[in-house]
């Protein structure tokens, strides 16, 4: 009887619509509604989702980015009336389930290589094209 009311509770507080695919490695925005006395504005907070958590209306997500160097993470509820929307930049190619070892590495090394329909493309300048000087 409990599980019942749980799963009643959740299925009203989860979005039926909007709800993005994310997938560990995405590059992504994601619009919040910030209210401020009684206005209401969007705020954009870009980056790469490293992590995902939990199952229903309980799901969440963080998103890491670098600022200034400083390291900033944000975790997201998935099905969050203050998340407007989430843009997908891009995907990357991963092999791990949480990416929590970008927190250690800086610069290039922290760079993840792209998804692309074929396979995988590195982002960046490969060797053949800087022989040949372009």
Do not use: C, W
Request: hydrophobic share 35%.
């Amino acid at each position: 009887m409990v599980a019942d009311g749980i799963k009643l509770i959740d299925s009203e507080n989860m979005k039926t619509q909007d709800v993005p695919d994310l997938a560990i490695g995405d590059s992504v925005k994601v619009h919040t509604k910030i209210k401020e006395g009684d206005k209401e504005r969007i705020q954009v907070f870009a980056g790469v989702v490293i992590a995902k958590s939990g199952g229903g209306s309980r799901a969440s997500y963080t998103v890491r980015r670098v600022t200034h160097g400083v390291g900033v993470e944000k975790v997201f509820p998935l099905h969050s009336p203050h998340v407007a929307k989430v843009e997908i930049e891009r995907s990357a190619h991963v092999r791990r389930a949480k990416l929590y070892y970008l927190r250690d590495i800086a610069g290039k090394k922290a760079r993840l290589k792209e998804k692309t329909r074929g396979g995988v493309r590195k982002t960046g300048a490969t060797r053949k094209s800087r022989r040949q000087g372009s």
